[in-house]
């Protein structure tokens, strides 16, 4: 065991492991099964240390000064110290263990089984656990949210019609989860920076010669794995998202309603005409809608294989004029997201452009020899199609062109990359570029989405430098989140579908990744019969992506007015989403400082309450709103168990619950329940917004439940430029203050001049009218009467029926501050 500079180094018997504390709670261990310690990671956007592709980065990548440490032989062990970490490096046997600043045991390697290659080059690290510790993240996954004892894969798969509970893996490649120790309600991060395919036994495999623990498995690489201390989740979030990037702030229309259906674009003619009638209907039913995601029939060839789907065409009978077609819904207030595939079939009628720019994913070594060089063949949609290599400079170089002539000059600023999980290639040594240092598609192909991504983002920066790019991608790596909002792919239609996604996107928000959701109604299928689609709207109304999607195997088409007679359901749900814009784009805005969660887990938002640690069909909203949504077939209650310590008013009725237990509500076919938290402040549209691109919010409605202090930031913006990059933004952070005497403080920052005009402060305190109001020092007059108070600009009202005391004023959009005095007045002594 030596010292290196900021590094211990581990001369074992076997491999070599080198430590590095790279910040405060952040400690990395690799063991080197490839001898030479490489670094050139697709994955880190920040390192302490030089790597090779840190020219590909550019300033996307922070490089950090590692955290000094104290190291220290103690004879048995070795012990190094330092960013709030203590490292004990037993020596025989040996093992390591690390201990957070107050001395709680983070991690310990099996004796034994901490590092261990087979002869299929397969490496594997060995942990223990404790018998009650819980699991959660490792991105997209099927069933419940806690994964104890279940065996994870992790492998990119084209997953259609996938089991919401069973189905193994998904879509996604996110080596990375927290451990919570259900006795010390500590967390603990794991991420492995590795790109090979994985699996993860999470306490399933029992040996009575070594005591519980959990297994990470990777088909090749070295044991890279980066320890995240929490002791919060929410800590090792941040951390994490530290390491892999955090989110871009999204336009503000990525939070509307997301159109879509393969129907539109695989009609015989005239699709332009049926997708822009679909949005005069939806405005004529009065729903609003932002965006429409163009499956990829637009890209249907007659070839001499029958019609196939050719990425970079158009079809001229379905649009014969594209950049009329995005004007038109442009002028609809619409972006449009073409589907862009990274493949190309044998039939394709550019393959020899494509092959003559020597763009693609390779030939094994072996296949070269027996088949000559070319091109990798693999399984495709629709036949044998060859893959492109993203690893590429050259490649990239040239999709960036092929992708801006085809799509992004027709007129949008949107792209939704689909299958790209390259699961196709069965000859997993097929070679790729790897930035000319070469590497096969088997330890590569996790991270060509990412990187399909990266030259997109690219490409609509240099296409439409003022402009947000908005990319949607279905698989992804570690990472992803820098890039793209993303979705569960394509689901099932079932009730099934309908509760288990929900841990799938809640699993996905504890793995850095907020912007997730799961296709409403389910992708594949028969259609949705009406009751599970007004269910399914009315949670989807919440998801941090919105879009009803569907191919049903009956030939329907699931639209929100697919039944007549429950379609102001549907309307209702998508209204109240679109009237929580302010409050779910200033989450969008703190995701992209920190990475938390849209959608969080309670086990999150309450890690001190043991009994919500299984719970998933109930989740947090923000800081401000718990979401108990019907999920279950003909229910006439919902029973929500409420996280203790806390108080909640019913969202509707301001009816209060106290938490530390369960409380069951009547429910009908409209019930969306929703649940205020004291302390929260929730920011509303409180007039109507049918659009996010052309529709601003005048008027501000600010939920406060003063049971407790509270703060909150309301985040605004153009919503669609770049100009919140140079200061074009507006903070709003409003501060409450409670007790006899409620305050509110509001205060601003940013060159951002908002739209909103008049605020409307509704003050939860059911049973209790106060005595006055101040605005500013200045006494504001009450209104008894409720119409006097509406014609009012400014003054004050306690509606009785609702619990709460409502104060109007013109925004004057500098700071202000509101009094509100409940404390008791001997009116009969006076």
Request: with cysteine.
């Amino acid at each position: 065991m030596q010292r290196a500079d900021d590094q211990v180094r581990i001369h074992t018997d076997g491999v070599e492991i080198r430590l590095v504390i790279v910040a405060d709670g952040i400690l990395r261990i690799r063991a080197g099964f490839d001898g030479d310690f490489a670094e050139e990671s697709y994955t880190l956007t920040t390192t302490a240390w030089p790597d090779r592709l840190d020219e590909f980065f550019g300033a996307e990548r922070t490089r950090v000064s590692p955290s000094s440490f104290e190291l220290d032989d103690l004879g048995d062990l070795v012990r190094m110290t330092g960013g709030n970490l203590r490292v004990d490096i037993e020596k025989e046997p040996f093992r390591i263990r690390v201990h957070d600043h107050e001395g709680t045991l983070l991690h310990s390697d099996v004796v034994g089984l901490g590092y261990l290659a087979d002869g299929n080059g397969r490496r594997s690290h060995t942990s223990e656990i404790s018998a009650g510790d819980a699991f959660y993240g490792f991105g997209e996954t099927t069933g419940p949210l806690n994964k104890a004892q279940k065996l994870i894969t992790m492998s990119p798969k084209d997953a259609l019609g996938y089991d919401p509970r069973e189905t193994d893996p998904l879509y996604k490649h996110i080596p990375f989860y927290l451990k919570l120790n259900r006795e010390n309600r500590k967390a603990v991060g794991y991420f492995y920076h590795n790109t090979h395919d994985c699996e993860f036994d999470l306490g399933r495999q029992r040996s009575n010669y070594w005591p519980p623990h959990s297994r990470y498995r990777a088909d090749g690489g070295d044991i890279d794995l980066f320890l995240i201390a929490g002791p919060g989740m929410r800590d090792v979030v941040r951390r994490y998202t530290m390491l892999t990037g955090r989110p871009p702030l999204l336009p503000k229309y990525a939070l509307g309603y997301l159109a879509s259906s393969m129907y539109y674009s695989e009609v015989d003619s005239d699709s332009d005409t049926a997708i822009t009638d679909f949005i005069d209907v939806a405005r004529e039913e009065g729903i609003p809608v932002d965006g429409f995601q163009l499956s990829s029939g637009y890209t249907t060839q007659d070839t001499e294989a029958g019609p196939k789907r050719c990425v970079f065409t158009w079809n001229e009978r379905r649009f014969p004029d594209p950049e009329g077609f995005f004007a038109a819904m442009a002028e609809r207030g619409i972006t449009v997201s073409p589907n862009v595939k990274p493949a190309v079939l044998d039939v394709h009628p550019d393959l020899e452009q494509f092959r003559g720019e020597d763009v693609f994913v390779a030939r094994s070594a072996d296949a070269a020899a027996a088949h000559g060089e070319g091109p990798a063949v693999g399984a495709w949609w629709g036949g044998p199609g060859r893959f492109v290599d993203f690893t590429k400079p050259a490649a990239r170089e040239a999709w960036r062109r092929w992708l801006t002539e085809a799509v992004l000059a027709k007129g949008t600023t949107s792209v939704w990359n689909d299958n790209c999980e390259y699961d196709g290639i069965v000859d997993t040594d097929s070679r790729v570029d790897f930035e000319g240092a070469g590497a096969t598609i088997g330890r590569l192909r996790s991270v060509m989405s990412n990187l399909m991504c990266h030259v997109t983002r690219d490409a609509v920066a240099e296409t439409a430098p003022d402009a947000r790019p908005y990319i949607v991608c279905r698989s992804g790596h570690a990472g992803i989140q820098r890039y793209a909002q993303s979705w569960a792919g394509d689901n099932s239609t079932s009730w099934e579908s309908l509760r288990h996604n929900v841990a799938t996107i809640l699993g996905m928000g504890l793995s850095g990744f907020p912007h997730h959701g799961c296709d409403i109604g389910g992708f594949h299928g028969p259609a949705p019969d009406p009751e599970l689609l007004v269910r399914w709207v009315q949670h989807g109304a919440f998801q941090p992506r919105f879009s009803i999607h569907s191919v049903n195997s009956d030939n329907t088409v699931t639209e929100p007015w697919m039944y007549p007679d429950h379609t102001h359901y549907v309307r209702d749900a998508i209204r109240l989403r679109y009237r929580l814009l302010p409050y779910l784009y200033s989450l969008t805005a703190r995701a992209a400082d920190t990475a938390e969660p849209i959608m969080e887990p309670l086990v999150s938002a309450f890690q001190h309450d043991p009994d919500v640690d299984e719970v998933f069909e109930d989740f947090m909203l923000g800081d401000s709103l718990l979401v108990a949504n019907v999920l279950e077939q003909g229910a006439r209650t919902r029973t929500v168990r409420l996280p203790a310590g806390e108080t909640f008013y019913d969202f509707w009725t301001r009816e209060r619950h106290e938490g530390g237990g369960v409380v069951t509500k009547p429910v009908d076919l409209g019930s969306i329940p929703l649940l205020l938290r004291g302390g929260g402040i929730v920011p509303l549209a409180e007039n109507r917004v049918d659009s996010l691109t052309r529709d601003e919010v005048t008027d501000l409605r600010l939920i406060c439940v003063p049971d407790r202090d509270g703060r909150f930031t309301l985040y605004e913006d153009d919503g669609l430029t770049r100009a919140h990059e140079h200061g074009e933004f507006r903070e709003t952070q409003v501060r409450m203050s409670a007790g006899e005497r409620v305050q509110l403080q509001l205060s601003r920052r940013g060159e951002y001049r908002s739209s909103v005009q008049r605020l409307l402060f509704d003050v939860v305190r059911p049973g209790q009218c106060p005595h006055r109001v101040d605005l500013d020092g200045q006494r504001l007059p009450q209104y008894l009467h409720r119409g006097r108070f509406d014609a009012a600009d400014a003054g004050w009202h306690y509606d009785i029926g609702l619990g709460s005391v409502l104060i109007k004023t013109p925004d004057p959009g500098g700071d202000l501050t509101v009094d509100i005095s409940f404390e008791p007045v001997d009116m009969i002594g006076m």
